[in-house]
Each structure stands twice: as structure tokens, then as C-alpha cells.
């Protein structure tokens, strides 16, 4: 009894979970939909674009082949790759612009202390170490969460839960 009485529980608070995830994912899509871009910070754009392709080529080298032959495999070419990445760079920046205005509009921030006590976190839960990771990746975790985009996703489950909450209220 008293274990259904638990799994009643889990469930009832997973189904919760999960409504209010399509709840929040609602209120995300109509605040993009209402959103334009005026001008996206090109400096921005240009360092994600290039972080984008330099680990593409990385990928591919570790493999040990070449972008050419990557190329040639998939039926594509640079020019169509760099449009893809310049494509998802712009709805990146575009989707942090967002984050960011309702983060200084309502105060949010992800401390020094949040941003590492999840990279901590993320590496015990793997059971790995930095220098574990830099040698299993060849990269170091604070360069890999900051090309990943950590500290903006983190802001953006900051603003969302803000989100949520004025979803509530109306």
C-alpha cells in the first residue's frame, strides 16, 4: 500500500512535470513569434558561426577523415553547410537576445556559483573529473559549456520558470 501510495505520487508529480513543461514551451514559441530582430549582434553571430564549424571540422578530423570528404558523403557543399550554421547561429542569437531582455527586465542572473555548482554537477553525475574530460574530449569542460551555450541555459530555465509564473496569473 504504501508503495502505491509512492508511485501514485512519482506519476501524479511527473504528469505535472510534463504539463507544465507544454505550458512553458507555449508561452516560449508565442513570446518568439511576437519577437523581431532589428539587428543581431554580428560579433556574436560571427563567434558562434565559428565555433559551430571549427567543431564540425573537429568532429570530422577525429574520425579521421576530411571536410571534403564529409562533403562529398553527405551530397553538399561548404556553401550549404555555412548557410545551415549561419542559419542556427541567428535563431541561437536571436532566442538569447530574447532571454536576455526578460533576464535584465526581471533581474535574473546565473552567479559564478550556480554556473559551476551545475558543471560540477554534470561532471560527478558523469563520474568524471576536468582532466578526465579534457583528455577524453579534447577540450576543456569551461570551453565546451561556453561553446555550448551553458550560462544562457541555464538563464533561459531562470526566465522561464518567470515566464510560467505570469502564464499563471493571467
Not at 6 to 22: G, N
Not at 36 to 52: D, G, H, R, T
Not at 63 to 87: A, N, R
Request: negative net charge.
Amino acid at each position: 500500500e504504501e508503495y502505491e501510495k509512492s508511485v501514485k505520487a512519482d506519476l501524479k508529480a511527473e504528469k505535472e512535470e510534463t504539463a507544465k513543461e507544454a505550458v512553458m514551451q507555449a508561452l516560449w514559441s508565442e513570446l518568439v513569434d511576437k519577437s523581431e530582430v532589428i539587428k543581431y549582434p554580428e560579433e556574436e553571430l560571427n563567434a558562434i558561426q565559428a565555433a559551430m564549424k571549427d567543431s564540425l571540422v573537429e568532429q570530422i578530423e577525429s574520425t579521421g577523415s576530411t571536410l571534403e570528404d564529409y562533403l562529398e558523403s553527405q551530397k553538399t557543399d561548404e556553401k550549404t553547410i555555412d548557410k545551415q550554421i549561419k542559419d542556427y547561429a541567428e535563431g541561437r542569437v536571436f532566442n538569447e537576445m530574447i532571454i536576455y531582455t526578460i533576464a535584465r527586465a526581471e533581474n535574473l542572473e546565473v552567479t559564478d556559483k550556480e554556473y559551476n555548482d551545475y558543471i560540477d554537477n554534470m561532471l560527478e553525475s558523469s563520474g568524471i573529473d576536468e582532466k578526465t574530460f579534457e583528455d577524453t574530449y579534447g577540450v576543456t569542460i569551461d570551453d565546451y559549456c561556453e561553446r555550448e551555450g551553458l550560462r544562457p541555459a541555464l538563464l533561459y530555465n531562470k526566465v522561464m520558470e518567470k515566464v510560467f509564473e505570469y502564464g499563471k496569473a493571467k
